[in-house]
């Protein structure tokens, strides 16, 4: 790992954008394991409270700058940010592998979003539209403008240590504002790559210190962000239980809040499906990533009259999963994150037995030279009802759900009975069912697809789901104007006072 860990296994700092202030007063650490090798991969120091506000004091001033400066300019910034990322995609997408354990592929395809929300950001800068309305006044104009909000705090979850961040901070920053990052405390060692990586652009374009923060802790540390009115909106992602406690918090306050919670995604299977289409997509909706995506395919709604030749193939395709270490390429699965993840999968597979479920693919718990980290288990499926607590529950890690339907009415019905509404999908080459489930009595998610998985989104459109998944939207789309605020002009370039709504006030 010696080319991508130039960080070496003593504390690193965390701090502004620039790279040099970097200010910890606390000695306190994070201590960064691989799930990989469960080897000590750095020690982080932590923000202290003091650390926090100098931090959060030079981002607001770096704001009264940035605000200023055309928004084409900042897209500017933002491009040489991605050809910075491209020029470290190997490396970066290595550590992401490494630090996180999800397959290097992945890592890669992680570095990859980052790359293309750059693009996309580039482009938004010269396309931050307001409309023009007709006045019902004579000789007034209205339209309305865009304008930056403030501090961005980022709350970023472990699953996708890199992506997610920059889906917020590459349009936040397009958008005139200035970013505070708090990584998951699992994956601290990528977030500092990715803060020396656009070090360099800040540095060479005389940016403000401040527009790219970076705070490390644990809750304390994000519960310093939602509580302070400083920063104007707050990005989490993460459990519906911590997006709960952040929604509610920010509420109090009168803040701006962008939630991307949990997910329990469902695929259809209809008896019209391609099954050749749908039998890989299934697989890496539910394997990818060891089941640690929000967007990971949960549960399986199979048309009866197909649903033993779905089994039987998909227990075929388990049978080939190669599970051990991520960065070999020929493995398809890694490890979960860590221990606590693995003690919640063992639970979550004794529920599943417990309520009466019978595994079609048996669970476990690898053993072995290859598994000293003790973090890797074995992709399993499980028959289930829809309705029992642990089906409803977002469990984060590699467990099928398998169930059987025999209307498309029931099919959608159960795809909606739960309390989660980020991802679904449905394969079928019959358009009158595939047009149900898009309409508006179809799937109740903020993702719904026809003939591929649940999981994968393109940057392009917006990311986020309903009910428990929150109901923020990031990435592409309009999904910028949560980082922007709108205000309503009117103009009155002639020579009398005419009032809206007809009224007469003469003096
Ligand atoms: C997440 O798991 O928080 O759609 C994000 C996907 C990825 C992003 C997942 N592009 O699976």
Not at 79 to 84: K, W
Not at 248 to 271: D, F, H, P, Y
Not at 341 to 348: H, I
Request: proline residues 4%; aromatic residues 8%.
């Amino acid at each position: 790992m010696d080319s991508i860990l130039p960080l070496p296994a003593q504390a690193v700092k965390p701090g502004t954008s620039t790279g040099q202030q970097f200010w910890h007063t606390s000695d306190k650490t994070i201590d960064s394991y691989s799930p990989v090798d469960g080897k000590l991969m750095a020690r982080v120091y932590t923000s202290t409270r003091a650390d926090y506000d100098r931090v959060i004091e030079t981002a607001r001033q770096a704001f009264e700058q940035w605000r200023l400066v055309p928004a084409p300019r900042r897209g500017e910034i933002v491009r040489q940010m991605g050809e910075q990322f491209r020029l470290y995609k190997t490396d970066l997408g290595k550590l992401v592998s490494y630090e996180m354990g999800k397959s290097l592929q992945e890592g890669l395809g992680e570095v990859q979003e980052i790359i293309d929300i750059c693009d996309f950001a580039v482009g938004l800068s010269r396309q931050l539209y307001g409309l023009t309305m007709h006045s019902e006044r004579p000789a007034h104009r209205m339209y309305e403008q865009w304008h930056p909000l403030g501090v961005v705090g980022i709350i970023s979850a472990f699953n996708f240590p890199v992506a997610v961040w920059s889906w917020n901070a590459m349009i936040a920053l397009v958008c005139g504002d200035v970013c505070v990052w708090k990584p998951s405390e699992k994956t601290p060692l990528t977030a500092l790559a990715c803060q020396q990586i656009i070090g360099d652009v800040l540095r060479n374009n005389d940016v403000p210190e401040g527009v790219s923060c970076l705070v490390t802790g644990g809750r304390d540390t994000g519960e310093w962000l939602t509580r302070d009115p400083r920063v104007a909106l707050v990005s989490a992602t993460g459990s519906t239980r911590m997006g709960r406690a952040v929604g509610a918090t920010v509420a109090e306050r009168m803040g701006r809040c962008l939630l991307e919670l949990g997910g329990n995604n469902a695929i259809i299977v209809s008896q019209h499906a391609d099954l050749n289409v749908a039998i890989p997509a299934i697989v890496f909706g539910a394997v990818g990533t060891a089941g640690q995506r929000c967007t990971t395919t949960r549960r399986l709604i199979v048309h009866e009259t197909v649903y033993e030749d779905v089994k039987a193939r998909l227990a075929k395709a388990y049978g080939q999963l190669r599970i051990g270490n991520p960065l070999e390429e020929t493995n398809h699965v890694g490890p979960l994150i860590d221990k606590g993840a693995v003690e919640g999968y063992l639970a979550a597979v004794e529920a599943v037995q417990q309520a009466g479920g019978r595994f079609v693919v048996e669970p476990g718990v690898l053993e072995g030279e290859a598994y000293t980290s003790g973090c890797y288990v074995r992709p399993c499926i499980a028959e289930a009802q829809n309705n029992w607590a642990i089906v409803q529950h977002e469990t984060f890690a590699p467990i099928l759900y398998l169930m059987k339907y025999q209307t498309i009415d029931e099919a959608i019905a159960l795809q909606n009975g739960v309390p989660q509404g980020l991802s679904s999908s449905i394969f079928t080459l019959n358009l009158r069912e595939a047009e149900q489930f898009l309409s508006a009595a179809g799937s109740d998610c903020g993702i719904a697809n026809v003939n591929i998985g649940t999981s994968g989104a393109e940057i392009g459109g917006a990311f986020g789901g309903e009910k428990e998944t929150g109901g923020g939207r990031e990435s592409g789309s309009d999904a910028w104007k949560a980082y922007m605020r709108r205000q309503t002009n009117t103009i009155n370039y002639g020579t009398t006072l005419p009032l809206a709504q007809g009224i007469k006030f003469d003096i």
